[in-house]
């Protein structure tokens, strides 16, 4: 019987091994976008999505990297999930208004979506849901956010729950049944945040 609970939980660990996929950006031609990939934002200005070279990438060469300005710039994948999880890592560069970084998961369009995020400049990670493009918050706690280095976020879905990791800590749990449906997955940042993204992963619960 314990041999094949062993054998059970490799098994499962194989499966969710599968279900991965990661992207660290390294076979887009930099100034580009992965051709999957949708560079847009959530109400006004100008976001600047694009592959470049970063010498402190966690997977070399190769980061994406969001360098303009708008409400809440988003890019996101050409995918569809409703129940896994959502990772990346990211640093927060600069930015005087905001340094933040976060993942989208159940993305319908630019407007609707989930998020989770944190911000250097407050030091703190909240989870939202933005619906026709009005963001709102559902949980969120205070942690150190250290500008200028790279973190890890994470979610875990599946239906009206969420599970929220930063730098490996399980953070908090939160609750909110409005986006059921299964959508695209991608990235966000804020404002004048200045964000490198690499090492983005998802896959099906």
Request: proline residues 4%; glycine residues 8%.
């Amino acid at each position: 019987m314990k041999t094949l609970t062993v054998l059970q939980l490799m098994s499962a660990l194989a499966t969710a091994t599968a279900n991965a996929q990661t992207m660290n950006f390294d076979d887009t031609k930099a100034g580009e976008l992965p051709a999957t990939w949708t560079g847009t934002k959530t109400g006004k200005g100008e976001p600047k999505w694009a592959v470049v070279a970063d010498p402190t990438a966690p997977s070399k060469p190769n980061v994406l990297k969001q360098s303009g300005e708008a409400d809440y710039p988003v890019a996101f994948k050409n995918t569809s999930l409703k129940d896994g999880f959502v990772e990346v890592k990211f640093k927060p560069v600069a930015g005087k208004e905001d340094q933040a970084g976060g993942v989208v998961w159940r993305v319908k369009d630019a407007n609707n979506y989930y998020l989770a995020r944190a911000n250097a400049l407050e030091d703190n990670v909240r989870i939202y849901h933005f619906v026709n493009g009005k963001r709102t918050q559902f949980k969120g706690v205070n942690v150190k956010a250290a500008p200028d280095q790279w973190h890890t976020l994470r979610v875990e879905f599946s239906g009206s729950s969420s599970k929220v990791f930063f730098d490996g800590k399980h953070l908090f749990d939160a609750e909110d049944a409005t986006l059921k449906d299964a959508g695209k997955v991608g990235v966000w940042t804020k404002a004048d945040s200045v964000t490198l993204f690499d090492d983005f992963s998802y896959g099906a619960k």
